[in-house]
């Protein structure tokens, strides 16, 4: 199948989702798309049975879509900008304390006690997991997923203070979790000698700290070239060359694009709004990049959902992954509970945040896509990608549907 034409078919299938889900289920767009991917999904599933050519068709058609490269190299830069675009970057600044140890404390300590509690539960039930392949689990399912994430937090009211830490980790920890991610893996693929404490700290500065460096620099070159004219079209023209430059760029220099994003979007969103954009160009910008954002969020979702026909489940993987989302669960609890007691004193928030933070931590597309990256040589791949694929199931859609109700049983208007 071309590209043209497989692009074509996700654009339908997502739109006839999204309005089905405008129409009648009326739920948050992320979950309503998700759920009526996985609906066709398992009606495809089911052609298997009536007719094997057909679904072998179809599986061989989603085999042919790389996701980890459609997300990470395609999708990514421009969902992370516009998600940062439209925060509120001087309010994230009051907070930026308690995002950036949740960001990086939380996402470490999560990451030693998933993979630790993973490795015991494996052992438990029959499952001979190397302890590095563990931790190289706890690593991928630790970041929240920021496109998840502000794709359901948008439609829900929660304390300015709360919302902020949960959309700011997910946008900075993604970062932190993707170098933990890299570094695991390759000790896992060269062993544990292969590398030293001392480059493991030399990766996460260029990676992290050249990507908000990078990110900087080229939200004030946007902001530059915007604020010397006044013509919309060309300033829109400006962000969206700025987004696929800048994380090209950035790879190519082996820094964080995530990042960079992340940076950039802040700055332009933040800077560029009061003294860079006509009113006309502001509206125009926001509208732009609130449908780019709407686009592939649809798109993104209806490939999580596409994904469960090429996942091999077994029937001795089902206890493993539903006592792994037990495990995840309060592993983040746990993460996010001792940086906020030792930090207390100096943090807004109030006591049932690790709650809300808790269970407003969602795993989206990110997480798949590192688990399908580990190599097919790997032993176990298969296990871990199913492991997954329920914990992001989970996540999306059980704690997204109940995100409302815990919210006004935690925060109540009345």
Request: charged content about 15%; aromatic content about 10%.
């Amino acid at each position: 199948m071309d590209l043209f034409t497989l692009i074509t078919l996700l654009i339908v299938i997502a739109a006839l989702f999204a309005y089905l889900n405008t129409r009648w289920l009326k739920l948050p767009d992320a979950i309503g798309i998700m759920v009526l991917s996985l609906c066709f999904s398992a009606l495809l599933i089911s052609l298997n049975a009536i007719h094997p050519a057909w679904f072998g068709l179809v599986r061989r058609a989603v085999t042919e879509i790389d996701f980890g490269r459609v997300l990470f190299d395609v999708m990514l830069s421009f969902l992370l900008f516009a998600g940062a675009f439209h925060t509120d970057a001087t309010q994230l600044r009051i907070e930026r304390r308690s995002v950036m140890l949740f960001a990086l404390i939380g996402v470490l300590l999560s990451t030693a006690l998933v993979g630790t509690g993973l490795y015991l539960i494996a052992g438990w039930l029959g499952f001979a997991l190397p302890y590095t392949l563990c931790l190289l689990f706890g690593a991928l399912i630790s970041p929240t997923d920021p496109i998840a994430v502000l794709g359901i937090l948008a439609k829900f009211k929660l304390p300015e203070s709360v919302k902020l830490n949960i959309v700011g980790e997910s946008l900075f920890n993604d970062g932190v979790g993707v170098v933990v991610f890299a570094t695991i893996y390759r000790i896992v693929i060269n062993g544990a000698d292969s590398i030293s404490a001392g480059e493991i700290g030399l990766l996460f500065l260029e990676e992290a700290g050249g990507g908000v460096l990078f990110g900087l620099a080229l939200g004030y070159g946007m902001f530059w070239l915007m604020r010397s004219i006044n013509h919309y079209q060309t300033e829109v023209i400006i962000t969206v060359a700025g987004v696929m430059g800048g994380y090209l760029l950035a790879q190519k220099l082996h820094i964080s694009g995530p990042l960079a994003m992340v940076v950039a979007g802040l700055f332009v969103g933040d800077h560029a709004r009061e003294e860079a954009m006509s009113r006309q160009t502001e509206e125009y910008i926001d509208k732009f990049w609130e449908l780019i954002d709407s686009i592939l969020n649809a798109l993104l979702f209806v490939l999580i959902g596409l994904e469960l026909l090429i996942i091999d489940f077994q029937s001795g993987y089902w206890l493993i992954s539903i006592v792994t989302v037990v495990l995840v669960l309060l592993s983040r609890f746990i993460s996010i509970w001792v940086p906020f007691n030792l930090a207390r004193r100096w943090l807004d928030l109030d006591d049932n945040a690790p709650i809300m933070l808790t269970w407003g931590g969602l795993r989206g597309g990110l997480s798949i896509a590192m688990a399908l990256s580990i190599s097919n040589e790997l032993p176990h791949k298969d296990l871990l990608v199913t492991i997954t694929y329920g914990v992001v199931l989970f996540s999306v859609i059980g704690q997204g549907l109940t995100m409302e109700r815990l919210i006004r049983r935690l925060y109540p208007t009345d």
